[in-house]
């Protein structure tokens, strides 16, 4: 969450957070399931990329696309939970990041042979 935070202060530096906006929260909200999502990501990939035939330069641009593909699938996921219900259960919030890490998978399964 610590990590969440200070990317959603650099991004939003008028932002305070002791008197959030209701923007202000959801930002925080997908920047802590991105974080997340992309750990889970790096431990489910990580041993592949260490094993497979790319030089570190290529295991950090493949995962850094999977990264930003990942982010950009959980920022569209969580304006539709928005607008279809604005009070999630946890159990949304681990079914977006599950649907994200399936469909980045599924996106980039050629790259990680």
Partial sequence: MAFALS????EQPDMNPL?????????????YLSVEC???LQIDIGQLFESARLSPVEVVRRTDDMREYMKAEISAQLREI???HPSPNPGEFER????ALADTFAVFE????
């Fill in 19 to 31: 008197s959030m906006t209701d923007g202000n929260i959801w930002s925080l909200v997908e920047q």
């Fill in 38 to 40: 992309c750990n889970r």
């Fill in 110 to 113: 050629g790259e990680l042979s």
């Fill in 96 to 99: 977006i990041m599950q649907q």
């Fill in 7 to 10: 990317e959603l202060a650099s």
């Fill in 82 to 84: 928005r607008q279809k």
